[in-house]
């Protein structure tokens, strides 16, 4: 099997397990009991608290672990909006978020917020000038991916910050794409709020981590028991929160290198794309992406066809559109991007990762212009092209 | 949401929709068919054209060509199928259902291509009464 597939998820690094394996088996006990045996969980939460922390340039007591990275972003924004609804109800986000955020936007607009979604340019990357202009008295957050799952566009996150600490409002990005790739910084981007997901950097599904800047306040989600200084309930999942402190500190260890790496591979898959197959279009910016992710729209054929046909050959890779009740529903980030709509139906992500290899992307290079003739030669649009 | 429809709606393709479209059967533009149907477009993402050559009543050949899912391209090929060899009396009987269970069903979310199928069908006779209508 060859697996494209690393911004879905990543398989678990072999060091990572080995950490787990005894707070899976032996040390079984509650974080929160006060004998002896309870000390290890305990200590072990917070050496991987500090490795996360590490990771992202900030204190380990800012860094409050969760169930991952969907409950991280909810958490930052109706935590936040929980927080000051007395004060203003207008948050401002951009079209093209994980649904984690836009659902829990959504959701906050139901119960009498005010959501203004920033555009993107054809780059995916939003315009810091709207961002300026869409500021108001009563604006309570600011919630903007660092970087895109489907494309892989990377907003300038420091000029962002920048815009929001002038007006003094709280913002929050989803770095949950970002971390491992890109070297963050909290300290230096000046961000309040940033959400991590452990499974995207070689580590357990099931555990995340928000980062809460001293001093920012937020109205905690899960009501219950005292853990995560009273802002996050429940029972911590001990062997996930250490496979994740595992997987921050290998990551600090491993950024130069893979990302040496992986742009190789990377980019050599999308010089060959291009040489051996006419009618595509590289979605995203150049420079401004992830060195991992390749969007690619091919025309006159659908996405998923294309899938599936590489999952015959034992390539798993993802497209953007989902067919829904009535019809394909094209990504919506590929639509904001100002992508039609035929076009972006026919939409397929590469995104590689750290066991990749050069062989990987060279059978690619070898089944998938076949695949994609023989769809294009089922399409009408291609026949009455060339027929 | 009941959590039965929920586990169905999650439903992945039966080997028979597999099968059709990995190894689509009657794939391709006709020479000179006696009529065509084009149904679906493609900003909604499925597109079909169904072409027929009809001697006397019976649809001798019928081929396709789809831009769509697997869904799609499965369900145009199954249909070609099932058309052939049929009366054009007959061949209008033919319904979505038919179609999806040829294929031993399909997911409830891609049903909707089966009965662009079964419009592709209808949409090509129609297209040859209009010709031989215009012919005499
Ligand atoms: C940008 C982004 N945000 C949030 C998430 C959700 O993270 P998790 O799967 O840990 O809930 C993902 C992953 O799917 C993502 O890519």
Same mark, same amino acid.
């Given at each position: 099997?060859?697996?494209?597939? #690393? ?15 005894? #707070?899976?088996?032996?040390? +079984? ?9 309870? @000390? ?25 672990? &969760? ?49 203004? +979604? ?20 009563? &604006? ?7 970087? *895109? ?5 990377? @907003? ?10 002038? *007006? ?15 070297? /963050? ?16 950097? +070689?580590?357990?599904? $099931?555990? $995340? ?9 937020? /109205? ?6 005292? @853990?995560?200084? *009273?802002?996050?309930? $429940? ?39 291009? @040489? ?29 066809? /294309? ?79 060339? $027929? | ?19 059709? %479209? ?9 020479? !000179?068919? !006696? ?13 079909? %054209? ?45 319904? !979505? ?33 209009? !010709? ?5």
């Amino acid at each position: 099997m060859i697996y494209l597939d #690393y911004n879905a998820t990543t398989p678990i690094d072999k060091l990572v397990l080995e950490k787990m394996t005894p #707070y899976l088996k032996d040390f +079984y006990s509650n974080p929160s009991s006060v004998y002896r045996f309870a @000390q290890e969980s305990k200590r072990a939460i917070e050496n991987a608290r500090s490795y996360v922390a590490d990771l992202i340039s900030a204190d380990p007591e800012e860094v409050i672990f &969760t169930s991952g990275g969907t409950e991280a972003d909810n958490f930052a924004i109706k935590g936040r909006a929980f927080f000051y609804q007395d004060k203003g109800n207008h948050i401002i986000t951009s079209k093209i978020e994980h649904h984690a955020v836009l659902k829990s936007c959504e959701f906050l607009k139901k119960i009498g917020f005010e959501i203004t +979604y920033l555009d993107v340019d054809k780059y995916g990357i939003i315009d810091l000038n709207q961002l300026e202009e869409s500021i108001r008295n009563d &604006t309570v957050l600011v919630s903007i991916m660092y970087a *895109n799952n489907e494309v892989g566009s990377i @907003q300038p996150i420091k000029n962002i910050s920048k815009i929001c600490n002038k *007006n003094g409002i709280i913002f929050h990005t989803d770095a949950v794409q970002a971390l491992g790739k890109i070297d /963050i910084s909290v300290k230096d981007l000046n961000v309040d709020l940033l959400s991590i997901s452990s499974h995207k950097i +070689y580590g357990p599904k $099931g555990v $995340g981590a928000l980062y809460v800047k001293k001093g920012v306040k937020l /109205i905690p989600l899960h009501h219950g028991g005292g @853990q995560e200084r *009273n802002m996050r309930a $429940g029972t911590e999942n001990v062997p996930g929160i250490v496979g994740f402190g595992e997987a921050c500190r290998i990551s600090k260890e491993e950024l130069k290198e893979q990302e040496k790496k992986i742009r190789l591979l990377r980019d050599k898959l999308e010089e060959g794309i291009k @040489q051996k197959i006419p009618d595509i279009k590289v979605n995203g910016h150049h420079d401004k992406r992830l060195y991992n992710t390749l969007n690619i729209c091919f025309k006159y054929i659908e996405g998923e066809s /294309i899938l599936i046909n590489l999952d015959f050959e034992g390539i798993c890779t993802s497209s953007g559109s989902a067919c829904t009740s009535g019809s394909l529903e094209p990504s919506h980030v590929l639509l904001s991007m100002g992508i039609p709509h035929e076009l972006s139906h026919g939409s397929l992500r590469f995104s590689l990762g750290k066991f990749n290899t050069m062989r990987d992307i060279d059978r690619v290079l070898e089944v998938l212009p076949l695949i994609i003739e023989k769809l294009r030669k089922i399409s009408p649009f291609w026949q009455k092209k060339y $027929g | 949401m009941l959590w039965k429809e929920w586990l169905v709606m999650s439903s992945v393709y039966t080997d028979k929709v597999l099968d059709y %479209f990995r190894n689509p059967r009657n794939m391709g533009k006709m020479e !000179n068919p !006696n009529g065509v149907g084009k149904v679906g477009n493609a900003v909604c993402g499925d597109v079909m %054209f169904i072409y027929v050559k009809i001697e006397g009543n019976v649809i001798t050949d019928c081929t396709f060509e789809t831009f769509g899912c697997v869904a799609a391209i499965a369900t145009s090929s199954a249909l070609t199928e099932m058309a052939k060899g049929r009366t054009l009396d007959d061949a209008l009987t033919i319904s !979505n259902k038919d179609v999806a269970d040829k294929l031993d069903g399909l997911p409830p979310l891609k049903m909707h291509c089966s009965l662009l199928a079964e419009e592709g069908l209808k949409s090509a006779v129609e297209d040859y009464h209009k !010709n031989n209508s215009q012919t005499k």
